[in-house]
């Protein structure tokens, strides 16, 4: 088995929230900077901490669009979240063939929590770090190190799994691979440009990057 940990991000890694985000940024600006941002620039957006993206686009008011944001988000979060194809069966073979498994996000813990459990995907996960949990969020490296320290993973059997560029670089500043998700929203071409260890087309290809045989699941 190459790798003994794998961590993922959450949104737009194991569950399409991408829907969701979107509904919930557009909500929020048009309340409190009506017209002043377009779609495009909204997508740029995701992945970053919440916190960082509404002070960079309203210093005086971010504080009221997280409140709004988060309102709008956990609202709604039922009707708009889905499962990306073969998640919940590749997490289970991981997990029978004893591979450690976790989640680092750079979303607060309720709405973490609230993904994990609507699909029943945090019976699988040993540690879960949410933003504010563990010093700076992706991509700083100190996320990935928390989870990593939660399960006693060694760097060089770990792998990180996500559809943004704040992923990798965490991934490469805490010195574990990285694997990239092809249904990124942000686009396959853009993370290919920060030269990922590996890339998912589908979520079934981790078993053969983690060397688990897809059909037993075993090691």
């Known amino acids: 088995m190459r790798y003994e ?3 993922f991000d959450l949104d737009g890694t194991l569950i399409d929230t991408n829907d969701l985000i979107l509904a919930s940024y557009e909500h929020t600006l048009s309340r409190h900077c009506p017209g002043k941002y377009s779609r495009e620039e909204i997508l740029s957006c995701l992945g970053e901490p919440l916190h960082d993206t509404m002070r960079r686009l309203d210093p005086e008011q971010w504080e009221a669009m997280v409140q709004t944001y988060r309102e709008h988000n956990l609202a709604c979060h039922d009707d708009w979240v889905r499962l990306f194809p073969g998640v919940p069966e590749v997490l289970e073979k991981l997990h029978r063939a004893g591979v450690a498994l976790g989640v680092v996000s750079n979303k607060q813990r309720i709405t973490v929590e609230k993904g994990l459990s609507l699909f029943g995907l945090d019976k699988w996960m040993k540690t879960v770090v949410c933003y504010g949990e563990a010093g700076r969020p992706k991509p700083h490296p100190d996320p990935i190190l928390r989870a990593m ?12 799994v996500g559809d943004s560029r704040f992923d990798l670089l965490a991934a490469r ?14 686009g396959k071409e853009e993370l290919l440009a920060l030269s990922p ?20 699941g075993g090691g």
């Open 5 to 7: 940990t794998v961590l």
């Open 149 to 160: 320290e939660a399960v006693g993973a060694d760097p060089a059997r770990t792998l990180m």
């Open 173 to 186: 500043r805490a010195g574990v691979d990285a694997a990239a998700v092809a249904w990124s929203w942000h």
């Open 197 to 216: 260890d590996h890339v998912l087309e589908e979520m079934e290809d981790l078993l053969n990057i983690v060397e688990i045989d897809a059909e037993s």
